[in-house]
């Protein structure tokens, strides 16, 4: 029972340069999320979805873009990355509007 | 956005003492949630408080939603060095698909 996993887990690129991290999960929860943590800051929401093809903006979305085509997957992708993306960031599903968020281990994102 | 206030930052604290932090905002929530994350993890869900006034345990843990809907507490009894990590109060930003909104979280530190 794999649940919620991330890929990859480390990850180091340079300023300019387009990185996807990857969300997969075998529960076929309709809804997913991402957030990232930095100090100071807890968790921010980035983007959402509710269902395969719904995607909708979170707290910071700017600089990243994300797809659902299938329900499983919710790729993240930093376009061109900045420095300002080094963070950790997580990958969450939910099965119903409103009730839990499983969290996935984490990819820890540096930015050069 | 909504902000959740969450205090103390960081608690030192020896083994076998009893721990309580809480969460505060403005605005008026309908959940209050709270969770765990260790190091190299995601956060995992402790508690979910769904009415104003409610008390819910754990185990050891024991969390309360306020009377006026915008604070919540978190109590630790008889602390163990498995109980640290980072706790986080959370709640749903919106109607509940559109993710959840964090505390900047409490730091516990247990002394053997």
């Known amino acids: 029972d794999a649940g919620i996993t991330q890929s990859p887990r480390y990850k180091i690129t340079e300023t300019g340069r387009q990185v996807t991290l990857m969300c997969h999960q075998t529960?076929?929860?309709?809804?997913m999320f991402w957030y990232r943590q930095d100090l100071g800051h807890g968790l921010r929401l980035i983007y959402y979805?509710?269902?395969?093809?719904?995607?909708d903006k979170g707290e910071v979305p700017d600089g990243y873009v994300v797809s659902r085509s299938k329900t499983e997957n919710f790729p993240l992708t930093l376009e061109s990355a900045t420095r300002s993306q080094t963070s950790v960031y997580f990958c969450?599903?939910?099965?119903?509007?409103?009730?839990?968020?499983?969290f996935g281990p984490g990819t820890r994102l540096t930015v050069l | 956005g909504q902000q959740l206030n969450q205090s103390p930052q960081s608690m030192f604290i020896q083994e076998g003492e009893d721990v309580s932090m809480n969460c505060t905002s403005s605005?008026?929530?309908?959940?209050w949630l709270w969770y765990k994350q260790e190091p190299g993890e995601g956060p995992v869900l402790l508690i979910a408080?769904?009415?104003?006034?409610e008390l819910t345990s754990n185990g050891r843990l024991t969390a309360q939603f306020g009377i006026t809907r915008k604070d919540s507490f978190l109590n630790i009894s008889a602390s163990i060095p498995s109980d640290v990590g980072i706790y986080f109060c959370?709640?749903?930003?919106?109607?509940?698909?559109?993710?959840?909104?964090f505390g900047k979280g409490t730091h516990l530190i247990i002394q053997p």
């Open positions: 969450a599903s939910s099965g119903t509007r409103g009730g839990t968020q499983y």
């Open positions: 529960w076929s929860h309709s809804y």
């Open positions: 979805s509710a269902a395969a093809d719904i995607t």
């Open positions: 605005s008026i929530f309908n959940t």
């Open positions: 408080l769904y009415k104003a006034g």
């Open positions: 959370a709640s749903y930003s919106g109607g509940g698909a559109d993710g959840l909104t």
